[in-house]
């Protein structure tokens, strides 16, 4: 594995888990060269899952692209790493037990924001407030009083 910082081909693993869903094997390992510490995931290659978008195109689906919009998201909220990996885990797991190789984006969006309402409502509501496009405050509005009508 190569380091990210310095491009030295030698490290070693200095801890090994299972991801918390155990879909992925995370391990942390440092550099022989640098000595900084990285962290990688081993996970089974699986066949490729595609997303229909609303216009209708087709694209692969891409985890590192699902964890961007949920770490913008959770910015400034009391949710590590770990945890937005895990939603991530949770969702892609969900997507390939329906045994198809195409999803609509919206299925992603609603499932996305299903976890985020659980772990953290700001985060949620900054989430819907994009993909649902508010497009101005009474819609805002109403989503909020949704929000705090379940309670």
Partial sequence: MQCPFC????SKVVDKRSSSDNTAIRRRRECLKCGKRYTTYERPELTTLYI?????NRETFNRQKLMAGMLIACE??????????????????ELRKKNVN???SS???????????????V????????YRDFTDLDTFKD???????KK
């Fill in 7 to 10: 491009f030295n081909i030698t």
């Fill in 76 to 93: 400034k909220r009391p949710i590590g790493s770990d945890d937005i990996e895990d939603m991530v885990n949770k969702i892609e797991t």
């Fill in 52 to 56: 229909i978008k609303k216009n209708g």
């Fill in 143 to 149: 989503e909020l009083l949704k929000l705090t009508e």
């Fill in 102 to 104: 195409e999803v609509k």
């Fill in 107 to 121: 299925v992603i969006g609603e499932k996305i924001m299903k976890h985020l309402k659980k772990k953290d409502k």
């Fill in 123 to 130: 985060a949620y509501i900054r989430f819907a407030s994009v």
